[in-house]
């Protein structure tokens, strides 16, 4: 795996798996829905849309139609801290979704008409995903409005219907030109490619973007919350009670092996069949499922703050306190004598062998690859996570315990029912 | 943006090198059960996918339910093998089948598969894990029910198939009623390796992995003396997970996890929610892997079950024959009340052709370019030129074991009259406008560059290795289909245009808000242009 950066600032990651019959290429932008405007919640996610209703020399609709009948695959999706776009194709297609890929970031072509059909895209995909069904957008749509205080980190990154409505081709306009810029994005290749050959192609596609300078990130550092933070979400589709919690999670950048640490306990707690919170709580019926994870969209796929949470849906008939208090008394035990050694094992090797499994992808590994580089600066997290892993100790994890037992959090429970 | 445009031509393809193809093994066992094993060494891990059919049963789809659920509890250390090898290992019910999955590293590979050969041939199902299970499957039917398009697919059911076609889901009374007897009568008597299908790849020699799963599995006896045993899945539960397009609605084991965060929005529905995509079995376009012939194409023992000494002829065994197949009845669209709903899930269905036609490769490409991508005429219409919905698609695939083509999508309460007439707009079209040389083209070669995608992770081609085998195809199915796709002419892609999508085949329902819909004409199929 090596890194180049272009003379306009794009930084390139070459990732050569001569054995692999794909390519994957992925250009991950340095702008999320952390990043978005106040009064425009949704506004990045829309833009995404946008990204593929035309550019230059791409007409709309022509980004897939190329990829597609190339044989391969595209998408996009808006993260927290970043946006990315990718593809999986036949090696052949390389230099097509270069080309694609840059014309796009060159010169984008934003029309009144298309911003309007992509809002009502966007509508409907929120409908799907969040109003119209059960548990839809919990709890990552509402938890960290408990949890955090300032915008960026507290609002819904999927949006409000009304704010959509408002954006406006010039706020789309400028919005490209703050974020995407070839300094503000990395270009990922991972295939069997020959390293110079598609650095050649890279300089021949990329290389005359002009380079300007992008928007600064936006300030997310806040203080953690003090105490316990309650909050309630109705959901008129759910006919079961559920809970969330969260906690802030310590930043990667300054203590992985802490941030590591953390992603073995969510195995601990609920990672598997044996772990300590599903013996407890799901063997008995007081919830029907409980789930421990780092990250809203998973481990490292986010910059600090980022957050630890725990999630059970529950009979109307278990007590609300019942899920905090097992957790609360599960973290006591561990920060008090740590995990036992089996059960450590089990949990390093449960989470080795799914990074393992999931790189095994060549899509997961491809933008996992993008996301590390941008965020991290650690694209080799890909190859490195499945043996680090095993690595953390029982004095890491006693102390990851003792860390989330003594820290604030936020507790959101979901009120099923309560009409439309 | 360049104050000067200019003009940039796309760049062609590079000629593509061949497909590697993995060495694979494809045995049928003394005692019934074909085994695959695919040798793809990418990491060091096992993927296993195992699929038994289970015959009818007279407390329908609760039963096989509790039996899944419960096939590992008395597993003498599984958690500790489990955990050691890092693995995953569970069971669920699937198109009348049980379905089996696991992946484990390829040390712990052959530990593994003795444990699920153990549960096969010897699972208890202990009373106290039966109940368990019945309280924990009962506390996950009403979630699962509230989602949407179970609704739809629930209803879709019955609409077309009539009143008493297996319920999609088991109720709550039937599923109280189970017991941990019938439970082990169902498992014992009803489920058999004639039939099962079972396929490993990773990080193995598949010679080696083949033996050891006949070892394993030799004591598993081909005998099912279940009351009303009939072979096929015809007549059970159905397919949950196949014909449910999204991965929302999945089984039972899955309905709570559906509910973790969506993986950040896309601009498309994302690979999971993708019916081609999805781990069931769809005709448009899906990530299918293409092993090669098998260098070892059958094992010396792998002689046919009537000629293996000490087993009973096959014939001996069905003494009831299969029912016949149920066919779909043409029954106009329905609209299925949700309160509330702010959204409309539209599903309709028309019968297509099974895999094995001559005339399917055609088919599929008439499929695909009317809604199987999402450069698709529907999702250009629908979604891309008028913003009426997120997700559309054309999906071939089964319901209660018949082939069907279902068009779906869902779009806003107040639009859903406007959607349903541009699908039926577009079904016109596809008729008088048959898919052009380009269109088929890109169609074609989609579907050929998913082959070689979808077999890039074990995971990707367990899946599309078993996904053939259930539809009774060999796995050089895989090589060959790619070919067929590329001598379909234009003719034939127009004929099947022509002959499958006409709007009166079509029937279907609507689920969504019931005041919101009343005003609204969906009484549109029906009618002759």
């Given at each position: 795996?090596?890194?180049?950066?272009?003379?306009?600032?794009?930084?390139?990651?070459?990732?050569?798996?001569?054995?692999?019959?794909?390519?994957?290429?992925?250009?991950?932008?340095?702008?999320?829905?952390?990043?978005?405007?106040?009064?425009?919640?949704?506004?990045?996610?829309?833009?995404?849309?946008?990204?593929?209703?035309?550019?230059?020399?791409?007409?709309?609709?022509?980004?897939?139609?190329?990829?597609?009948a190339s044989g391969g695959t595209a998408n996009a999706a808006t993260h927290h801290d970043h946006t990315d776009y990718h593809q999986l194709v036949p090696p052949g297609a390389l230099e097509?979704?270069?080309?694609?890929?840059?014309?796009?970031?060159?010169?984008?072509?934003?029309?009144?008409?298309?911003?309007?059909?992509?809002?009502?895209?966007?509508?409907?995909?929120?409908?799907?995903?969040?109003?119209?069904?059960?548990?839809?957008?919990?709890?990552?749509?509402?938890?960290?409005?408990?949890?955090?205080?300032?915008?960026?980190?507290?609002?819904?990154?999927?949006?409000?219907?009304?704010?959509?409505?408002?954006?406006?081709?010039?706020?789309?306009?400028?919005?490209?030109?703050?974020?995407?810029?070839?300094?503000?994005?990395?270009?990922?290749?991972?295939?069997?490619?020959?390293?110079?050959?598609?650095?050649?192609?890279?300089?021949?596609?990329?290389?005359?973007?002009?380079?300007?300078?992008?928007?600064?990130?936006?300030?997310?550092?806040?203080?953690?919350?003090?105490?316990?933070?309650?909050?309630?979400?109705?959901?008129?589709?759910?006919?079961?009670?559920?809970?969330?919690?969260?906690?802030?999670?310590?930043?990667?950048?300054?203590?992985?092996?802490?941030?590591?640490?953390?992603?073995?306990?969510?195995?601990?707690?609920?990672?598997?069949?044996?772990?300590?919170?599903?013996?407890?709580?799901?063997?008995?019926?007081?919830?029907?499922?409980?789930?421990?994870?780092?990250?809203?969209?998973?481990?490292?796929?986010?910059?600090?703050?980022?957050?630890?949470?725990?999630?059970?849906?529950?009979?109307?008939?278990?007590?609300?306190?019942?899920?905090?208090?097992?957790?609360?008394?599960?973290?006591?035990?561990?920060?008090?004598?740590?995990?036992?050694?089996?059960?450590?094992?089990?949990?390093?090797?449960?989470?080795?062998?799914?990074?393992?499994?999931?790189?095994?992808?060549?899509?997961?590994?491809?933008?996992?690859?993008?996301?590390?580089?941008?965020?991290?600066?650690?694209?080799?997290?890909?190859?490195?996570?499945?043996?680090?892993?095993?690595?953390?100790?029982?004095?890491?994890?006693?102390?990851?315990?003792?860390?989330?037992?003594?820290?604030?959090?936020?507790?959101?429970?979901?009120?099923?029912?309560?009409?439309? | 943006?360049?104050?000067?445009?200019?003009?940039?031509?796309?760049?062609?393809?590079?000629?593509?090198?061949?497909?590697?193809?993995?060495?694979?093994?494809?045995?049928?066992?003394?005692?019934?059960?074909?085994?695959?094993?695919?040798?793809?060494?990418?990491?060091?891990?096992?993927?296993?996918?195992?699929?038994?059919?289970?015959?009818?049963?007279?407390?329908?789809?609760?039963?096989?339910?509790?039996?899944?659920?419960?096939?590992?509890?008395?597993?003498?250390?599984?958690?500790?093998?489990?955990?050691?090898?890092?693995?995953?290992?569970?069971?669920?019910?699937?198109?009348?089948?049980?379905?089996?999955?696991?992946?484990?590293?390829?040390?712990?590979?052959?530990?593994?598969?003795?444990?699920?050969?153990?549960?096969?041939?010897?699972?208890?199902?202990?009373?106290?894990?039966?109940?368990?299970?019945?309280?924990?499957?009962?506390?996950?039917?009403?979630?699962?029910?509230?989602?949407?398009?179970?609704?739809?697919?629930?209803?879709?059911?019955?609409?077309?198939?009539?009143?008493?076609?297996?319920?999609?889901?088991?109720?709550?009374?039937?599923?109280?009623?189970?017991?941990?007897d019938r439970v082990r009568q169902l498992h014992h008597q009803g489920m058999s390796p004639r039939g099962a299908l079972l396929v490993l790849v990773g990080a193995l020699d598949p010679t080696?992995?083949?033996?050891?799963?006949?070892?394993?599995?030799?004591?598993?006896?081909?005998?099912?003396?279940?009351?009303?045993?009939?072979?096929?899945?015809?007549?059970?539960?159905?397919?949950?997970?196949?014909?449910?397009?999204?991965?929302?609605?999945?089984?039972?084991?899955?309905?709570?996890?559906?509910?973790?965060?969506?993986?950040?929005?896309?601009?498309?529905?994302?690979?999971?929610?993708?019916?081609?995509?999805?781990?069931?079995?769809?005709?448009?376009?899906?990530?299918?892997?293409?092993?090669?012939?098998?260098?070892?194409?059958?094992?010396?023992?792998?002689?046919?079950?009537?000629?293996?000494?000490?087993?009973?002829?096959?014939?001996?065994?069905?003494?009831?024959?299969?029912?016949?197949?149920?066919?779909?009845?043409?029954a106009g669209v329905a609209v299925v009340g949700r309160p509330g709903a702010v959204q409309s899930q539209i599903m309709l269905v028309a019968p297509a052709l099974p895999r094995a036609d001559?005339?399917?490769?055609?088919?599929?490409?008439?499929?695909?370019?009317?809604?199987?991508?999402?450069?698709?005429?529907?999702?250009?219409?629908?979604?891309?030129?008028?913003?009426?919905?997120?997700?559309?698609?054309?999906?071939?695939?089964?319901?209660?074991?018949?082939?069907?083509?279902?068009?779906?999508?869902?779009?806003?309460?107040?639009?859903?009259?406007?959607?349903?007439?541009?699908?039926?707009?577009?079904?016109?079209?596809?008729?008088?406008?048959?898919?052009?040389?380009?269109?088929?083209?890109?169609?074609?070669?989609?579907?050929?560059?998913?082959?070689?995608?979808?077999?890039?992770?074990?995971?990707?081609?367990?899946?599309?290795?078993?996904?053939?085998?259930?539809?009774?195809?060999?796995?050089?199915?895989?090589?060959?289909?790619?070919?067929?796709?590329?001598?379909?002419?234009?003719?034939?892609?127009?004929?099947?245009?022509?002959?499958?999508?006409?709007?009166?085949?079509?029937?279907?329902?609507?689920?969504?808000?019931?005041?919101?819909?009343?005003?609204?004409?969906?009484?549109?199929?029906?009618?002759?242009?």
């Amino acid at each position: 795996m090596r890194t180049e950066i272009l003379d306009n600032g794009l930084r390139v990651l070459l990732d050569p798996r001569p054995n692999s019959p794909v390519t994957g290429i992925a250009v991950h932008y340095d702008v999320g829905f952390r990043s978005e405007p106040e009064g425009r919640t949704g506004f990045a996610h829309l833009f995404e849309h946008l990204m593929f209703q035309g550019s230059e020399n791409v007409a709309r609709g022509e980004h897939f139609r190329h990829v597609q009948a190339s044989g391969g695959t595209a998408n996009a999706a808006t993260h927290h801290d970043h946006t990315d776009y990718h593809q999986l194709v036949p090696p052949g297609a390389l230099e097509r979704v270069l080309f694609l890929e840059a014309d796009r970031m060159r010169a984008l072509r934003i029309s009144a008409e298309n911003l309007r059909t992509q809002v009502a895209v966007v509508q409907e995909e929120i409908r799907l995903q969040v109003t119209n069904r059960p548990y839809g957008g919990f709890p990552w749509t509402v938890l960290p409005g408990v949890l955090y205080d300032t915008f960026p980190n507290a609002h819904n990154g999927y949006g409000d219907l009304r704010e959509l409505e408002r954006a406006t081709v010039a706020e789309c306009e400028a919005f490209f030109a703050a974020h995407y810029t070839p300094a503000n994005a990395v270009l990922t290749i991972s295939g069997p490619v020959d390293p110079h050959h598609a650095l050649t192609l890279v300089h021949r596609h990329f290389g005359d973007i002009p380079a300007h300078p992008a928007a600064p990130r936006p300030r997310l550092t806040e203080p953690p919350p003090r105490g316990e933070r309650r909050g309630e979400h109705r959901d008129p589709h759910a006919p079961l009670p559920a809970v969330a919690l969260g906690y802030r999670m310590p930043d990667p950048a300054a203590d992985l092996g802490d941030y590591l640490a953390h992603m073995v306990l969510a195995r601990l707690l609920a990672g598997g069949d044996d772990a300590r919170l599903r013996r407890r709580l799901v063997h008995d019926g007081t919830v029907t499922s409980v789930r421990a994870s780092c990250g809203f969209f998973g481990p490292l796929q986010a910059r600090d703050p980022d957050t630890f949470l725990l999630v059970a849906h529950h009979p109307p008939t278990t007590d609300p306190e019942a899920v905090p208090s097992a957790v609360d008394e599960e973290l006591d035990r561990l920060a008090a004598t740590g995990p036992d050694p089996r059960e450590l094992a089990h949990a390093t090797a449960r989470a080795a062998t799914a990074l393992c499994r999931s790189y095994d992808d060549p899509l997961t590994r491809t933008r996992h690859a993008g996301a590390f580089a941008l965020l991290h600066d650690t694209p080799h997290l890909v190859t490195d996570l499945p043996t680090l892993l095993p690595q953390v100790t029982a004095e890491s994890v006693t102390h990851a315990a003792k860390a989330l037992r003594t820290a604030g959090r936020a507790v959101l429970t979901l009120i099923p029912g309560g009409g439309p | 943006m360049t104050p000067v445009p200019t003009v940039r031509e796309l760049p062609a393809l590079e000629v593509g090198r061949a497909f590697p193809l993995p060495p694979l093994v494809d045995a049928v066992l003394p005692n019934g059960l074909r085994v695959v094993a695919a040798r793809a060494p990418s990491v060091p891990m096992v993927e296993l996918r195992m699929r038994v059919p289970l015959p009818e049963a007279a407390e329908g789809p609760a039963l096989a339910q509790v039996l899944a659920d419960t096939l590992f509890a008395d597993a003498e250390g599984a958690d500790d093998l489990l955990g050691r090898a890092g693995a995953t290992l569970g069971a669920g019910v699937d198109g009348g089948q049980l379905s089996v999955s696991a992946s484990m590293t390829a040390a712990a590979f052959p530990e593994v598969l003795d444990l699920v050969a153990g549960a096969l041939t010897g699972a208890a199902h202990p009373d106290a894990a039966c109940e368990h299970a019945v309280r924990r499957l009962a506390a996950q039917l009403g979630p699962l029910r509230a989602q949407p398009r179970v609704l739809a697919q629930d209803a879709l059911r019955r609409h077309c198939y009539g009143p008493d076609v297996p319920p999609l889901l088991p109720d709550e009374q039937t599923l109280a009623a189970v017991t941990a007897d019938r439970v082990r009568q169902l498992h014992h008597q009803g489920m058999s390796p004639r039939g099962a299908l079972l396929v490993l790849v990773g990080a193995l020699d598949p010679t080696a992995a083949v033996n050891h799963a006949t070892t394993a599995l030799s004591t598993w006896p081909p005998t099912a003396t279940w009351p009303c045993a009939s072979a096929g899945s015809s007549a059970s539960a159905g397919s949950l997970a196949s014909a449910q397009p999204s991965a929302s609605a999945g089984s039972l084991a899955s309905a709570q996890a559906s509910e973790s965060p969506q993986p950040s929005a896309s601009a498309q529905p994302s690979a999971s929610a993708k019916p081609s995509a999805s781990a069931g079995s769809s005709a448009s376009p899906q990530p299918l892997a293409s092993p090669q012939p098998s260098p070892h194409p059958r094992l010396p023992d792998s002689a046919p079950p009537a000629s293996s000494p000490g087993m009973a002829a096959p014939s001996a065994l069905t003494p009831t024959p299969p029912p016949p197949p149920r066919r779909m009845r043409p029954a106009g669209v329905a609209v299925v009340g949700r309160p509330g709903a702010v959204q409309s899930q539209i599903m309709l269905v028309a019968p297509a052709l099974p895999r094995a036609d001559p005339g399917f490769a055609a088919l599929s490409l008439a499929n695909c370019v009317l809604g199987g991508f999402f450069s698709s005429r529907l999702t250009v219409a629908v979604r891309e030129e008028r913003g009426l919905a997120y997700r559309i698609d054309a999906v071939l695939d089964e319901l209660l074991d018949e082939e069907l083509v279902f068009l779906d999508a869902d779009t806003r309460t107040d639009a859903t009259e406007a959607a349903v007439r541009q699908i039926r707009a577009e079904l016109l079209r596809l008729a008088e406008q048959p898919p052009s040389a380009a269109e088929t083209d890109a169609a074609r070669e989609f579907f050929t560059g998913m082959t070689a995608l979808g077999a890039a992770s074990q995971a990707g081609l367990a899946g599309a290795l078993m996904n053939l085998l259930q539809y009774g195809l060999s796995p050089d199915w895989l090589r060959t289909f790619p070919q067929r796709l590329a001598e379909v002419t234009l003719g034939e892609v127009a004929r099947a245009a022509q002959e499958f999508y006409a709007p009166s085949r079509f029937s279907g329902v609507i689920v969504g808000d019931p005041s919101g819909l009343a005003s609204q004409d969906f009484d549109l199929f029906a009618r002759r242009q």
